[in-house]
Protein backbone atom coordinates (compact mmCIF):
# COMPACT_ATOMS: atom_id res chain seq x y z
CA UNK A 1 0.00 0.00 0.00
CA UNK A 2 3.30 2.59 0.89
CA UNK A 3 4.37 1.42 -2.12
CA UNK A 4 1.41 2.56 -4.50
CA UNK A 5 0.83 5.65 -2.51
CA UNK A 6 5.09 6.49 -3.45
CA UNK A 7 4.74 5.60 -7.01
CA UNK A 8 1.34 8.15 -7.36
CA UNK A 9 3.44 10.31 -5.45
CA UNK A 10 6.30 9.75 -7.74
CA UNK A 11 4.35 10.06 -11.30
CA UNK A 12 2.35 13.30 -9.56
CA UNK A 13 5.86 14.88 -8.85
CA UNK A 14 7.33 13.99 -12.30
CA UNK A 15 4.80 16.15 -14.13
CA UNK A 16 5.52 19.34 -12.49
CA UNK A 17 8.42 20.04 -14.83
CA UNK A 18 7.11 18.92 -17.86
CA UNK A 19 3.66 21.39 -16.94
CA UNK A 20 6.38 24.37 -15.73
CA UNK A 21 8.31 23.73 -19.05
CA UNK A 22 4.53 23.81 -21.33
CA UNK A 23 3.82 27.10 -19.42
CA UNK A 24 7.25 28.45 -20.50
CA UNK A 25 7.17 27.13 -23.92
CA UNK A 26 4.36 28.81 -24.35
CA UNK A 27 5.48 32.09 -23.53
CA UNK A 28 8.34 31.50 -25.36
CA UNK A 29 6.50 30.59 -28.58
CA UNK A 30 4.08 33.70 -28.22
CA UNK A 31 3.13 35.42 -31.56
CA UNK A 32 5.77 37.36 -32.93
CA UNK A 33 3.65 38.75 -35.75
CA UNK A 34 2.28 42.16 -35.55
CA UNK A 35 -1.17 42.81 -37.03
CA UNK A 36 -3.51 45.87 -37.97
CA UNK A 37 -7.00 46.20 -37.26
CA UNK A 38 -8.86 49.10 -39.63
CA UNK A 39 -10.93 51.42 -37.61
CA UNK A 40 -14.48 50.75 -37.35
CA UNK A 41 -13.64 46.78 -37.57
CA UNK A 42 -13.73 44.50 -34.85
CA UNK A 43 -11.14 41.00 -34.86
CA UNK A 44 -12.12 37.75 -34.37
CA UNK A 45 -16.00 38.92 -33.45
CA UNK A 46 -16.89 41.27 -35.87
CA UNK A 47 -19.06 43.96 -34.16
CA UNK A 48 -20.15 42.31 -30.62
CA UNK A 49 -23.84 44.60 -29.81
CA UNK A 50 -24.40 43.66 -26.62
CA UNK A 51 -28.23 43.23 -25.08
CA UNK A 52 -28.91 43.97 -20.72
CA UNK A 53 -26.56 46.21 -19.59
CA UNK A 54 -26.76 48.73 -22.42
CA UNK A 55 -26.75 48.23 -26.40
CA UNK A 56 -23.43 49.36 -27.01
CA UNK A 57 -21.62 47.37 -29.93
CA UNK A 58 -18.07 46.12 -28.98
CA UNK A 59 -15.01 45.74 -31.50
CA UNK A 60 -12.17 43.48 -30.21
CA UNK A 61 -9.11 45.01 -31.22
CA UNK A 62 -6.53 42.47 -29.58
CA UNK A 63 -8.47 39.55 -28.04
CA UNK A 64 -6.60 37.64 -24.83
CA UNK A 65 -5.95 34.90 -27.66
CA UNK A 66 -3.52 36.98 -29.57
CA UNK A 67 -1.62 37.78 -26.15
CA UNK A 68 -1.47 34.44 -24.29
CA UNK A 69 -4.42 36.20 -22.12
CA UNK A 70 -1.83 38.60 -20.56
CA UNK A 71 -3.67 42.17 -22.47
CA UNK A 72 -7.22 42.78 -24.54
CA UNK A 73 -7.89 46.18 -25.89
CA UNK A 74 -11.82 46.51 -26.39
CA UNK A 75 -13.09 49.93 -29.10
CA UNK A 76 -16.87 50.45 -27.47
CA UNK A 77 -19.33 52.23 -28.99
CA UNK A 78 -22.06 54.17 -26.78
CA UNK A 79 -25.23 54.22 -28.09
CA UNK A 80 -27.61 54.20 -24.45
CA UNK A 81 -27.30 57.67 -22.94
CA UNK A 82 -28.22 57.52 -19.40
CA UNK A 83 -27.28 53.86 -18.87
CA UNK A 84 -23.86 51.96 -18.00
CA UNK A 85 -22.71 48.83 -15.62
CA UNK A 86 -23.57 47.96 -12.32
CA UNK A 87 -21.70 48.43 -9.76
CA UNK A 88 -18.97 45.46 -10.15
CA UNK A 89 -15.54 44.34 -9.27
CA UNK A 90 -13.14 42.57 -11.38
CA UNK A 91 -11.04 40.36 -9.22
CA UNK A 92 -8.16 39.51 -11.51
CA UNK A 93 -7.74 42.29 -14.12
CA UNK A 94 -6.71 45.98 -13.65
CA UNK A 95 -9.06 47.99 -16.31
CA UNK A 96 -8.43 51.25 -18.10
CA UNK A 97 -10.72 53.31 -20.19
CA UNK A 98 -9.45 56.29 -23.26
CA UNK A 99 -12.61 58.24 -23.75
CA UNK A 100 -12.33 58.87 -27.37
CA UNK A 101 -15.49 61.28 -27.92
CA UNK A 102 -17.94 62.82 -25.60
CA UNK A 103 -18.67 62.06 -22.17
CA UNK A 104 -18.88 59.66 -19.75
CA UNK A 105 -19.53 59.51 -15.44
CA UNK A 106 -17.44 56.66 -13.29
CA UNK A 107 -16.96 55.72 -9.80
CA UNK A 108 -14.70 53.99 -8.77
CA UNK A 109 -14.78 53.03 -4.94
CA UNK A 110 -16.40 56.01 -3.25
CA UNK A 111 -14.97 58.77 -5.93
CA UNK A 112 -16.74 59.84 -9.09
CA UNK A 113 -15.23 61.32 -12.11
CA UNK A 114 -16.80 63.03 -15.40
CA UNK A 115 -14.69 62.33 -18.26
CA UNK A 116 -14.45 63.97 -21.79
CA UNK A 117 -12.94 63.08 -24.78
CA UNK A 118 -8.82 62.39 -24.23
CA UNK A 119 -9.27 61.37 -20.50
CA UNK A 120 -8.45 58.30 -18.91
CA UNK A 121 -9.29 56.37 -15.62
CA UNK A 122 -7.50 54.11 -14.05
CA UNK A 123 -9.81 51.21 -12.48
CA UNK A 124 -7.76 48.69 -10.24
CA UNK A 125 -8.72 44.70 -9.81
CA UNK A 126 -10.91 44.50 -6.54
CA UNK A 127 -12.16 47.96 -6.52
CA UNK A 128 -16.13 48.34 -7.13
CA UNK A 129 -16.51 50.67 -10.40
CA UNK A 130 -18.93 51.66 -12.48
CA UNK A 131 -19.49 53.90 -15.49
CA UNK A 132 -22.30 55.67 -17.31
CA UNK A 133 -22.59 57.51 -20.92
CA UNK A 134 -23.53 61.24 -20.90
CA UNK A 135 -23.90 62.09 -24.38
CA UNK A 136 -26.23 60.90 -26.95
CA UNK A 137 -23.25 58.54 -28.44
CA UNK A 138 -19.84 58.06 -27.46
CA UNK A 139 -16.51 56.15 -28.23
CA UNK A 140 -13.84 54.75 -25.34
CA UNK A 141 -11.10 52.20 -25.68
CA UNK A 142 -10.87 49.93 -22.85
CA UNK A 143 -7.89 47.95 -21.91
CA UNK A 144 -7.56 44.83 -19.62
CA UNK A 145 -4.59 43.34 -17.85
CA UNK A 146 -4.58 40.39 -17.80
CA UNK A 147 -7.05 40.11 -20.05
CA UNK A 148 -9.40 37.76 -18.21
CA UNK A 149 -13.16 36.43 -19.53
CA UNK A 150 -14.43 40.49 -20.76
CA UNK A 151 -14.30 39.12 -24.48
CA UNK A 152 -16.16 35.97 -23.11
CA UNK A 153 -18.96 38.25 -21.17
CA UNK A 154 -19.35 40.59 -24.02
CA UNK A 155 -19.85 37.57 -26.47
CA UNK A 156 -22.38 35.75 -23.93
CA UNK A 157 -24.40 39.03 -23.82
CA UNK A 158 -24.20 39.69 -27.51
CA UNK A 159 -25.80 35.56 -28.14
CA UNK A 160 -28.90 36.20 -25.85
CA UNK A 161 -31.81 35.98 -27.72
CA UNK A 162 -33.72 38.13 -25.00
CA UNK A 163 -33.43 40.98 -22.34
CA UNK A 164 -31.82 39.23 -19.79
CA UNK A 165 -33.14 39.86 -16.32
CA UNK A 166 -30.73 41.34 -13.62
CA UNK A 167 -30.45 37.63 -12.04
CA UNK A 168 -28.68 36.20 -15.15
CA UNK A 169 -26.57 39.34 -15.87
CA UNK A 170 -24.95 38.94 -12.01
CA UNK A 171 -25.00 35.09 -13.31
CA UNK A 172 -22.87 35.94 -16.36
CA UNK A 173 -21.09 38.70 -14.48
CA UNK A 174 -20.24 35.62 -12.20
CA UNK A 175 -19.38 33.19 -14.67
CA UNK A 176 -17.03 35.55 -16.23
CA UNK A 177 -14.53 36.38 -13.37
CA UNK A 178 -16.93 39.36 -12.37
CA UNK A 179 -19.34 40.47 -9.21
CA UNK A 180 -22.12 42.41 -9.47
CA UNK A 181 -22.11 44.51 -5.99
CA UNK A 182 -24.42 47.54 -6.49
CA UNK A 183 -26.87 48.87 -9.43
CA UNK A 184 -26.09 51.31 -12.40
CA UNK A 185 -24.79 55.05 -11.37
CA UNK A 186 -27.24 57.27 -11.96
CA UNK A 187 -27.20 60.60 -13.82
CA UNK A 188 -27.65 63.76 -11.32
Known amino acids: MKRNKFLAAL ?3 ATVPYYGFSQLQKKLTRNDKGFKISAGE ?3 HGHIKLKGVNSNILDVKISGSDTNN ?11 QGKG ?3 HIH ?3 DEIFYVIESSYKFQVGSNQYDLTMGDSIFLPRKVAHAWTQVSEKGKMSVILQPAG ?14 EPSQQEIAKIFADNE ?3 VGPPMKLN
Open 85 to 87: TPL
Open 149 to 162: RLENFFVTMAALNH
Open 70 to 80: DLALFEQTSLS
Open 91 to 93: HFQ
Open 178 to 180: MQV
Open 42 to 44: GRI
Open 11 to 13: LAL
